[in-house]
């Protein structure tokens, strides 16, 4: 008789978020937590499931105004996925894209209204689209338009995988 192996289980990803005043801001432009918990009048948690996408924008201002712009698309980490650690994401996730400074973050914010102006979801755009923003982001390039094109082609590869 073979000894049973066992497979280890995922945690699910929890992302904090926050609002203090006019200070600090962090939520969810998109995503569809499981749950979402209320810690005090000020933070809250939201809890996605392995393989789940969400998009978090934070914001820090002081007297002078915003100083930190930031916006992460991210993948909760699965049994196939290494997973980075990221303050305010337990136990981590897979980072898709990284924007910082105001005009990248609200050309992130731009994508993603246009995406959703074509009707489409941002949480079923392909991960590579997002890790292919964050590349173009990242060398100062314009990155390309999501289009009714490519996204049926997303899923008709997801089809063809699954």
């Known amino acids: 008789m073979m000894p049973s192996v066992r497979v280890p289980t995922v945690p699910n990803m929890r992302v904090a978020l926050a609002t203090v005043g006019q200070r600090i801001n962090i939520w969810l432009r998109f995503g569809a937590p499981q749950r979402i918990f209320r810690l005090d009048d000020y933070r809250r948690q939201a809890v996605f499931l392995p393989g789940a996408v969400c998009c978090r924008v934070s914001w820090a201002a002081n007297d002078y ?81 999501y289009t009714a094109e490519r996204h049926a082609a997303h899923l008709a590869r997801s089809a063809l995988t699954n």
């Open 65 to 145: 105004g915003t100083v930190h712009w930031q916006v992460m698309v991210l993948q909760a980490g699965t049994q196939r996925d290494g997973i980075q650690r990221i303050a305010g994401v337990a136990p981590g996730a897979r980072i898709l894209l990284c924007a910082e400074g105001e005009p990248r973050v609200k050309a992130v914010l731009a994508i993603v209204d246009a995406i959703e102006a074509l009707g489409i979801s941002p949480l079923h755009v392909s991960t590579v689209y997002w890790q292919v923003v964050n590349d173009r982001l990242a060398a100062r390039l314009v990155p390309p338009a």
